[in-house]
């Protein structure tokens, strides 16, 4: 049971360039998230979607954008990547209110 | 407005010594509260959970209502304890959202 799945690991981009984090879960989960980590500002919530075809923003969602076709799946897209997106990046899945599961994680540097 | 709050970036301890990470909250309504670590190298993972009201590694948090708290706590920390800590509130109404503190790095000296 992988869990979730986050893809690339690692990435660095140049200004300007946009580029696509890919998120997959296997537990059949409707609720998904994304969320930036930044020091000493914990995890703040991009984007999140509570079922296939329903997604909203969060507290810092401008430059980003998601789509939610699946279940599985919920990619999160950099428009047009700024240094201000330098950041570690997770996705989360949640079957409901009780607990969120974490991907491990992937670190962008926009240079 | 919704709002978790961890007072320490840092906290050094000694093996054996008590532990208490601080977590506040501000939320109008009956508030889910939990903790979340992350080690090194590992994925962000869920410690415990106020409904619950377990132990987990030695670990206890307790809501107080009336101090909007949750601390988590350890009466003897073990070197393993090293990690990232996150205090986060659930949300709910309309579309559920799980809000996180700042998160409190702790270090347990041998």
């Known amino acids: 049971n992988a869990g979730v799945t986050q893809t690339p690991k690692f990435q660095v981009l140049k200004t300007g360039q946009s580029m696509t984090l890919q998120c997959a879960q296997d537990m059949n989960h409707e609720y998904m998230s994304w969320y930036r980590q930044d020091p000493g500002m914990g995890l703040r919530l991009i984007h999140y979607?509570?079922?296939?075809?329903?997604?909203d923003q969060g507290e810092v969602p401008n430059g980003y954008n998601v789509s939610r076709s699946t279940t599985e799946d919920f990619p999160l897209r950099l428009l047009s990547a700024a240094p201000s997106q330098t950041s570690v990046y997770f996705c989360?899945?949640?079957?409901?209110?009780?607990?969120?599961?974490f991907g491990q994680g992937t670190r962008l540097t926009v240079v | 407005a919704q709002r978790v709050t961890q007072p320490e970036k840092l906290l050094s301890v000694f093996k054996g010594a008590p532990v208490e990470l601080k977590c506040n909250y501000s939320?109008?309504?009956?508030?889910?509260l939990f903790w979340y670590v992350q080690y090194s190298r590992q994925r962000l993972q869920l410690l415990l959970r106020h409904i619950s009201r377990e132990s987990i590694k030695g670990f206890t948090a307790d809501l107080n209502k009336g101090e909007t708290s949750f601390h988590l706590k350890k009466p003897f920390a073990q070197e393993e304890d090293s990690a990232m800590y996150y205090c986060?509130?659930?949300?709910?109404?309309?579309?559920?959202?799980?809000?996180f503190g700042a998160g409190t790095r702790l270090a347990v000296h041998p």
């Open positions: 939320y109008s309504g009956s508030p889910e």
């Open positions: 986060a509130l659930f949300r709910s109404g309309g579309y559920n959202k799980l809000i």
């Open positions: 989360a899945s949640s079957p409901d209110r009780t607990e969120a599961f």
């Open positions: 979607s509570v079922g296939a075809g329903i997604t």
